[in-house]
C-alpha cells in the first residue's frame, strides 16, 4: 500500500510522456482517466494509513533510510496532496477544447504534477532540491507556453529568480550533509539537537528559508509573482497561485520542523516579513488596473496573512486552514477572470463593463470568490481569518495590522467589482460551458468550507474549528465596515486619480534590482540568524 505514493509521482509523468510521444486524438480524454485513477490512489492511500501515518515510509531500492532515497506522508502533506488533486482536475476540464489541450500543454501540465506531489512527499533534501528545480523548469516553460513578449519575459524573470533561490538552497542542503552525513530530513531532525556545530546549522537555515522565502514569494522576494500571473495563461495563473507557490510554505513548515531541535527562534523575524508582504500584497492590489495583475498582488496580501497564521498559532493550524482556504478562492478567481478575459479580449478593468449581464453565472460565481477572500461569513475565508485573528486578541496591535491589511484586499475586490455592471456588451458562447463547470465546483468547495468547517478541517488538518462559527453580528459588522473602507479609498482617493498613486501602482522591480534584494536579504537573514 505504502507504494501509492510512487504512483502518485510517476503515474502523472509516465502519462504526459506517452502523451507527448504518441499525440493520440484523445489526449485530453486519457488525462482526465488518469486523473481519476490517480484520485482512487490517493483516497485508498489516505484511508489506509489514516490511524498511522509512521507506515507510509518507502525507502526506494532496498537501502538504509538514512542513505536511500525515501518518501514519507503524513497530515501535513497529504492535505496538500488532496487540495492539489482538486486544483488539477478543475485545471483539466477548465482546458478541455481544441486550444488549450494540445498534447504539448498536457504534457508539461501532467508532468508539473507528478514534480509537485514529489515536493510534496520526499523525506530527503537533495531530492526536494531536484524536483524543486523540475518545478521551476517546467513552470517557466507554462508562463512563456503562449510565446508572445510578455509571457517569455516573465518566464526568463521567473527562471533565474527562482533558480538563484533553489541554488541558495542547495548550498544548505551541502552544508547539512557536510555535518551529518545524511540528506534524511527525518535523520537530520533526529539529530539537530545534540550537534555541536550550530554556525554551520544557522547558516544553513539562513541558506534554505531563502530558497523557501522564493518559492512562497514572501517580501522582500515577491517580484516574480507579480509579473507570472500577469502573463501566464489563466488556467496556469490559478495553479499558480492556488497551489504552486505554496510549495515555498510547505517547505518553510517542513524546514522550521527539521531545525526545530537546534532553538533557531524565526517567529519574530517571519512575523515581520509576513506583515510586509501582506501590507505591500494589500497596497499594490488596489492600484492596479489590470485584471489579473491585480489578483495576483492580491495573492501576496494572503500568502502575507497565512504566514503571520503559521507563526502565531501552535501547529501552524491556522496558517494551513488559510492555504486550502485560499488555494479554493483564488484558483476560482483567477479562471473566472480567464473566462472574462477571453469574453472582453482584454485585462484592463476600465474597458470591461458589464459582466453580470453578460456573463451572469461567471459574475455569481466570481462574487462567491470576492466574499470569501474578503472574509464574508459563511465563507471559507471567513472561518480561516477569524481562526486567525481569534488567536491575535491578546496582541492588539498584531490585530489591527491583519485587519488593515484585510481592508486593503476588501478594498482592491470593490474596484474590481466596478466590471460587473452597466449595460450588456457581450456573450458568453453556451459551448464553452465546460470552462464554467470547475467555476461552479469551486465556488462550491468555498461554501462547504464555510458551512462545514468542523468536521472538514477535523477530517483534513486535525483541528478543532468547533469554537470557530461560520456566522456572528460581530464578524458581518467587521467584514462591513471593511467594505465601507475599501469602497470610500476607491471613491475618494482612487478615483481622484492622483498621479503618485498610478506611478506606485506601475512600480516594477528590475531584474537587477530583484538580485539586490535577494542578496540583502541573505545577509539580513545572515545577521539576524547567525551573528546575533
Not at 3 to 29: C, D, G, K, M
Not at 137 to 145: E, N, P, R, Y
Not at 223 to 248: E, M, R
Request: hydrophobic share 60%; charged share 10%.
Amino acid at each position: 500500500m505504502a507504494n501509492i505514493a510512487l504512483l502518485l509521482i510517476f503515474l502523472p509523468v509516465l502519462t504526459a510522456i506517452v502523451i507527448y510521444v504518441l499525440q493520440p486524438r484523445r489526449s485530453h480524454e486519457i488525462a482526465l482517466v488518469m486523473q481519476a485513477v490517480l484520485t482512487v490512489f490517493a483516497v485508498v492511500y489516505a484511508l489506509h494509513f489514516q490511524a498511522d501515518f509512521s507506515e507510509t515510509l518507502i525507502v526506494i531500492g532496498g537501502w538504509e533510510e538514512r542513505i536511500g532515497i525515501s518518501l514519507l506522508n503524513d497530515r501535513l502533506s497529504l492535505p496538500f496532496v488532496f487540495m492539489s488533486l482538486f486544483l488539477w482536475w478543475m485545471v483539466l476540464i477548465y482546458t478541455y477544447d481544441e486550444h488549450d489541450s494540445s498534447p504539448t500543454f498536457l504534457f508539461f501540465l501532467l508532468f508539473l504534477q507528478g514534480v509537485f506531489m514529489g515536493v510534496l512527499q520526499t523525506n530527503d533534501l537533495f531530492n526536494l532540491f531536484v524536483f524543486l528545480e523540475l518545478m521551476t523548469i517546467i513552470v517557466t516553460v507554462l508562463i512563456a507556453f503562449r510565446k508572445i513578449g510578455s509571457s517569455i519575459r516573465a518566464g526568463i524573470y521567473y527562471l533565474l529568480i527562482n533558480t538563484a533561490g533553489v541554488l541558495a538552497f542547495l548550498i544548505g542542503v551541502i552544508l547539512l550533509y557536510y555535518s551529518f552525513g545524511t540528506l534524511n530530513i527525518a535523520a537530520i531532525g533526529g539529530e539537530m539537537a545534540g550537534h555541536g556545530d550550530y554556525r554551520v546549522i544557522q547558516l544553513s537555515f539562513v541558506l534554505m528559508m531563502t530558497g523557501a522565502t522564493v518559492k512562497a514569494a514572501l517580501f522582500p522576494l515577491f517580484s516574480w509573482l507579480p509579473k507570472a500571473h500577469g502573463a501566464a495563461p489563466s488556467p496556469i495563473s490559478a495553479l499558480l497561485s492556488g497551489i504552486i507557490v505554496k510549495a515555498g510554505i510547505y517547505m518553510f513548515i517542513r524546514l522550521n520542523d527539521m531545525f526545530a531541535p537546534a532553538g533557531i527562534e524565526y517567529e519574530t523575524f517571519f512575523l515581520i516579513v509576513g506583515l510586509a508582504t501582506g501590507f505591500v500584497g494589500a497596497v499594490f492590489a488596489v492600484l492596479q488596473t489590470n485584471i489579473k495583475e491585480l489578483l495576483a498582488y492580491s495573492t501576496l496580501a494572503q500568502l502575507g496573512i497565512i504566514l503571520v497564521g503559521l507563526v502565531v498559532m501552535d501547529g501552524y493550524s491556522g496558517g494551513l486552514l488559510h492555504v486550502l482556504n485560499h488555494a479554493l478562492f483564488k484558483a476560482l478567481l483567477f479562471l473566472g477572470a480567464g473566462l472574462i478575459v477571453v469574453v472582453y479580449r482584454t485585462k484592463e478593468l476600465a474597458k470591461i463593463r458589464g459582466v453580470a449581464k453578460s456573463m451572469p453565472v461567471t459574475t455569481v460565481m466570481m462574487f462567491i470568490g470576492m466574499l470569501s477572500i474578503a472574509g464574508a461569513p459563511l465563507t471559507n475565508g471567513y472561518v480561516s481569518k477569524s481562526f486567525i485573528t481569534g488567536a491575535l486578541e491578546g496582541e492588539p496591535l498584531l490585530y489591527y495590522a491583519v485587519f488593515l491589511i484585510n481592508v486593503g484586499s476588501v478594498a482592491g475586490f470593490v474596484k474590481l467589482s466596478a466590471i460587473f455592471f452597466g449595460e450588456k456588451k457581450l456573450s458568453y458562447p453556451f459551448s464553452h460551458i465546460h470552462k464554467v463547470l470547475p467555476l461552479v465546483l469551486i465556488a462550491g468547495a468555498c461554501m462547504a468550507f464555510g458551512l462545514f468547517h468542523v468536521p472538514l478541517a477535523e477530517t483534513l488538518l486535525d483541528v478543532d474549528l468547533a469554537h470557530v462559527s461560520r456566522f456572528t453580528l460581530g464578524g458581518l459588522l467587521e467584514f462591513l465596515v471593511m467594505v465601507a473602507f475599501g469602497a470610500l479609498f476607491v471613491r475618494f482617493v482612487l478615483s481622484r486619480g492622483f498621479r503618485t498613486l498610478a506611478r506606485v501602482g506601475k512600480f516594477r522591480l528590475a531584474f537587477e534590482t530583484a538580485n539586490y534584494l535577494l542578496v540583502i536579504y541573505l545577509a539580513v537573514l545572515g545577521v539576524y540568524f547567525v551573528l546575533l
